[in-house]
């Protein structure tokens, strides 16, 4: 094929892609982005004084531990990468005077002012800084992972954009526990940047926290850059407010340098959250005084700012405007001068306990990534007693039974209200339990499985639910950075107790995007559970111990499966550590190893395999992370004979994996062949009808590489 002649316009400059400020940029914030404004003392309004000496106290603190862990950064004694918001402490404070016990506040990369806002601990930063067992986070997060739940800070993580949908479910959560008193509803708090408005999940939270009308307050600290990027070069308009405009949702563009601005805001827009009215988005227009990652104030990412703009912004400093204004109240330089010490001090004795404080044992490496499965405690009322059902009707009643019995327990995900999006797999659920707790969502699948984690950190059990594993790919963040990572990079502190559904859905002609297996991508992660059903029972009963675990659990069925039928006693709670790897059928001549739908194309060769006399032993692993290798190596070493079987792709796949952890735990002397795996073409999925028959592999073509083995 010919490409066409590439068409570059001569004289094409730089500033082809970029509007360069000064070369036809209009600030849409408009003297707010201009630092030679607004350096003035503040109009203090008539906010009482006592709660403006405390706020400023809070700036102070802010500022005296972010110069303490930069003179720590320049000793070498920190090595995490630490982001300060030296100058922009007003902001967080703010926000903070109107935060209350309940709420939910998550933050990002530069959140150690969104954490001592609300009065966390200095001693635990720091010690977290330095990695320290009695750090915030344990030692297991550094400075980019802080945590103090008890006062209301959930998280912070350095994926940009990263928590903001966590936030949102933290916001459904409190939507779902309803107003506390005459007060309103607590509120999800996600602190962020303007670069993480360039983020796909910004907007789809944007639109679902609209859509669902949740308690939702969005804080954007628009310091101008993201990393070395001046917001003219990255987007169109420096008014990041315009985003919730779009998504209708209530906002407000402050000046950020301005303590009593962003309270007033604040109290307006969070009260209107808390009252059910909706989400708020409040833009603090500010500016960082150190660059993007480390001490230094001229470099940025390795590129030089202008030192006459950092120099012009710190005279629109929060904590001289504040101080300053505070003159006519009484507060004299006198006063000042003792708070400042006063801080020197808390923080100089916390920076003195930190680097005091122990190191993590060796132990907690891996103590943390999977919580001790718990006994079933209760006995709850089945639903249905013994039935004849199907694999799909079986997931249903797995539903049926979690949401009758257990009150935290909600789905969300795209099509649970449909007849026909998820099979017979959950049919009328919406009508039986109510569309508060079956919930279709908008077409956002990092939303709502960021969503469903965030829930999950709050006391739920929320199962999200991806009609194609295909789909689910686009909330890779939320699955493997997030609800994987969370138990082990707090220390251990809290859970993502969420159940995410991705279902395998091949064959019809769907072709390349719409027929993946993709369980060996998500097998590959600790933290993250997998499970696999190979039957009907097993479909209901692993989802029930998927959402009931502590742990976040991949839960992936097969459409392939859903006409399987099976006799299934009445329902009851099953702890996770239930299924064991599971012999489906005995045999003498070889092991076929396989999960999922594999298991019964094994079984279907078994059968052929008999006929002409040969005695296969099918191993059904039902759970492929965590592994349990011991029972398809107790039958390898039985048979001296091993194929695994999996439709996924041959590379880094599970039947590797299963070969692999199979001759790890057998004497391999005693095998009569090598190992082989049988699994799925290696092309993308056709659509074409011929070809998509020669694609997947079938019982009879198992049958027959078994024979070549037994041959051998
Ligand atoms: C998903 C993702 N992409 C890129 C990065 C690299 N990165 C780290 S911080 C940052 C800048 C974010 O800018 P902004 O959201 O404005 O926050 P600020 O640093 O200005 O506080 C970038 C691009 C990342 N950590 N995560
Ligand atoms: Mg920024």
Redesign the pocket.
């Known amino acids: 094929m010919n490409q066409p002649a590439t068409k570059r316009a001569e004289g094409a400059g730089d500033d082809a892609f970029y509007t360069i400020p000064g070369k036809g940029w209009i600030s849409d914030l408009g003297d707010l982005a201009n630092p030679a404004q607004f350096t003035a003392p503040i109009d203090l309004r008539n906010i009482d004084t006592q709660k403006l000496t405390s706020a400023l106290r809070t700036m102070m603190l802010i500022r005296a531990t972010e110069e303490t862990i930069a003179d720590m950064v320049v000793a070498g004694d920190i090595k995490c990468p630490a982001?300060l918001?030296i100058g922009?402490e007003a902001a967080s404070v703010g926000i903070a005077a109107h935060l209350r016990p309940g709420d939910r506040a998550f933050g990002?990369?530069?959140s150690h002012s969104h954490y001592l806002a609300v009065g966390a601990s200095v001693e635990a930063l720091l010690a977290e800084t330095l990695g320290k067992a009695n750090g915030c986070a344990k030692g297991f997060g550094g400075s980019m992972h802080l945590y103090a739940k008890d006062h209301g800070f959930y998280g912070s993580v350095?994926?940009?954009?990263?928590t903001i949908p966590l936030a949102v479910g933290a916001a459904m959560a409190a939507k779902m526990d309803g107003p506390a008193g005459n007060t309103g509803m607590d509120v999800g708090v996600a602190y962020?940047?303007?670069?993480?408005?360039e983020?796909g999940v910004f907007h789809e939270c944007l639109n679902m926290a609209a859509s669902f009308k949740l308690p939702m307050v969005f804080v954007v600290?628009?310091?101008l850059?993201?990393?070395h990027l001046d917001i003219h070069l990255r987007q169109p308009s420096d008014k990041i407010s315009r985003f919730a405009e779009a998504a209708r949702i209530k906002c407000a563009t402050v000046d950020g340098n301005d303590i009593v601005s962003v309270m007033q805001t604040a109290g307006d827009l969070i009260a209107h959250a808390r009252a059910g009215h909706g989400p708020v988005l409040i833009e603090a227009v500010t500016y960082?005084w150190r660059g993007?990652?480390g001490p230094d104030e001229n470099i940025d990412v390795g590129v030089r700012r202008s030192a006459a703009e950092v120099s012009a912004w710190k005279q629109r400093d929060p904590i001289g405007r504040l101080a300053a204004s505070l003159k006519d109240r009484g507060f004299s330089a006198d006063n000042f001068n003792a708070m400042q010490d006063d801080v020197k001090q808390q923080v100089a004795a916390a920076k003195k306990s930190a680097y005091d404080a122990p190191w993590p044992t060796d132990g907690m490496l891996t103590s943390t990534v999977y919580a001790t499965p718990k006994k079933p405690d209760s006995k709850p009322i089945a639903v249905t007693p013994t039935t004849h059902m199907n694999y799909g009707q079986a997931i249903r009643a797995g539903y049926e039974y979690l949401l009758a019995n257990h009150k935290d327990v909600f789905v969300l995900g795209q099509g649970v209200w449909s007849p026909w999006y998820v099979g017979s797999s959950m049919t009328d659920l919406d009508k039986q339990f109510g569309k508060n707790r079956v919930i279709d969502t908008p077409v956002s699948e990092a939303a709502e499985t960021g969503a469903a984690i965030g829930a999950s950190l709050c006391g739920y059990r929320p199962i999200v639910i991806h009609p194609r594993i295909d789909f689910m790919i686009l909330a890779c963040?939320a699955i493997a950075n997030q609800a994987s990572k969370w138990a082990h990079m707090l220390g251990g502190q809290d859970r993502a107790k969420v159940t995410i559904r991705g279902i395998i859905n091949r064959g019809g002609e769907q072709g390349a995007q719409h027929s993946q297996a993709l369980h060996s991508w998500f097998a590959h992660l600790p933290g993250l559970r997998v499970l696999m059903p190979a039957t009907a029972a097993d479909a209901r009963d692993m989802l029930i111990a998927a959402t009931l675990c502590d742990d976040p659990v991949l839960y992936i069925d097969d459409r392939w499966l859903y006409d399987l039928t099976d006799d299934l006693p009445p329902a009851h709670d099953v702890s996770i550590d239930a299924f064991k790897p599971a012999v489906r059928r005995e045999g003498s001549d070889i092991t076929l190893v396989a999960a999922s739908y594999s298991v019964q194309q094994s079984l279907e060769a078994a059968r052929l395999l008999e006929q002409d006399g040969i005695s296969a032993e099918v191993i059904d692993l039902r759970a492929i992370n965590p592994i349990d290798h011991s029972v398809s190596a107790a039958s390898v070493a039985k048979t001296g004979r091993l194929l695994a079987v999996d439709g996924g792709w041959t590379n880094c796949g599970l039947a590797g994996e299963i070969i692999a952890g199979a001759l790890e735990h057998v004497d391999v002397t005693g095998l009569k062949c090598a190992p082989a795996r049988m699994t799925l073409t290696n092309a993308p999925a056709p659509t074409s009808r011929p070809l998509e028959k020669l694609y997947y592999a079938t019982p009879a073509q198992i049958a027959d590489k078994a024979k070549q083995l037994i041959k051998k």
Request: charged content about 20%; hydrophobic content about 30%; aromatic content about 8%.
């Open positions: 982001h918001a922009q990002c990369h530069r350095p994926i940009v954009a990263g962020f940047g303007d670069g993480a408005c983020e600290e628009n310091n850059f993201s990393s960082r993007h990652v963040d």
